[in-house]
């Protein structure tokens, strides 16, 4: 068992009628991607030392555990119950121990957003000299996105929908951010001018801008992808693909490194949280309602209530 402290959640999350994706969603299910907490059960023959660990949880978890020669896996909060709660259950080999001075609220940040940027850097071989253009960059991928791809030393191009979410981006790290929507006549012109210009995309956006946003690649390039959130079904010209020579990379699965890469970067200061606000788990409505509004820059923290909270008095 583990206690966890807060949760989170970022604008990736927000979708019309993606549940079930990897077969039926079991119903009833608790939500809630993220968490850290202090592992305060574990079951023989696990690690013993483990107990009393601060931890965060992967929450992408091979099946079985440790067959990284399959993409087979299940996801907390998709396919087992997730993290809005005092106590979660989760096998021994998806904890990781951590050592940092962050809050509880920001360590509870970084696993499904930092991870799944993580994984999609890994899988696209981001390295340094790379350029790396990043649509979405204030949502909690997208602004994870940005620290990642700078800590592997690349340039970083993010687009973002509002200034006032621009200088956000900014302080994270990105060398230009280009303020619009597709369509606007100034992201059009920016798009433009990055044409044939980008080593690496990140885009977790789609829509009616993907054929603009594939266009800046490189010969050779690589887009690498694990959401939609403005629409799953995009415009692609075959040519484009074929006669530059594209790699597109899809990636829910993680890889393996993904976990201890995090807490590496976690234990080193190389990264950072983006924690736009924390809310008590009681007010989660209100939470997802300003959460929907999406004027934030990175993730909305959930904080369960103490588990002593919740038990009943002796004399009742």
């Not at 696990?46 to 091979?62: A, E, S, Y």
């Not at 620290?147 to 993010?158: D, E, H, N, P």
């Not at 509002?162 to 790290?173: D, T, Y």
């Not at 951010?177 to 789609?206: C, P, S, Y």
């Amino acid at each position: 068992m583990n206690n966890p402290q807060p949760t989170a959640a970022s604008s990736d999350d927000v979708t019309d009628d993606d549940g079930g994706w990897n077969g039926a969603t079991p119903f009833p299910l608790i939500q809630g991607t993220d968490a850290c907490g202090i592992v305060v059960q574990i079951s023989s023959p696990n690690d013993p030392t483990l107990l009393g660990k601060r931890v965060l949880i992967r929450p992408c978890m091979r099946v079985p555990s440790d067959n990284y020669a399959s993409l087979d896996h299940v996801w907390m909060a998709s396919n087992i119950d997730g993290a809005f709660a005092q106590y979660v259950q989760v096998p021994a080999a998806q904890v990781f121990p951590v050592n940092c001075d962050w809050t509880d609220a920001e360590l509870a940040s970084i696993p499904c957003a930092y991870g799944t940027s993580e994984n999609m850097l890994h899988r696209a071989h981001v390295q340094a000299g790379d350029h790396v253009l990043i649509p979405g960059a204030s949502g909690g991928v997208g602004s994870a996105t940005v620290q990642l791809a700078k800590r592997r030393g690349a340039t970083v191009t993010a687009l973002v929908g509002s200034e006032a979410k621009a200088a956000a981006v900014r302080a994270l790290g990105a060398d230009r951010v280009i303020v619009g929507r597709h369509g606007d006549a100034k992201w059009n012109e920016a798009l433009q001018e990055l044409t044939d210009a980008v080593d690496v995309v990140v885009d977790n956006v789609g829509g009616s801008g993907f054929p603009t946003v594939l266009n800046t690649l490189k010969r050779g390039g690589r887009l690498t992808t694990s959401g939609a959130i403005s629409g799953p079904l995009v415009e692609l010209d075959f040519r484009t693909l074929y006669l530059k020579d594209l790699t597109l990379i899809g990636c829910t699965a993680w890889e393996e490194p993904v976990m201890r890469n995090l807490v590496g970067y976690i234990e080193r200061g190389e990264i950072k949280p983006a924690v736009d606000k924390v809310y008590p788990m009681t007010e989660i409505v209100q939470a997802q309602k300003t959460f929907l509004e999406k004027k934030h820059v990175g993730k909305f923290v959930l904080i369960p209530p103490p588990v002593e909270a919740t038990l009943p008095a002796e004399d009742e």
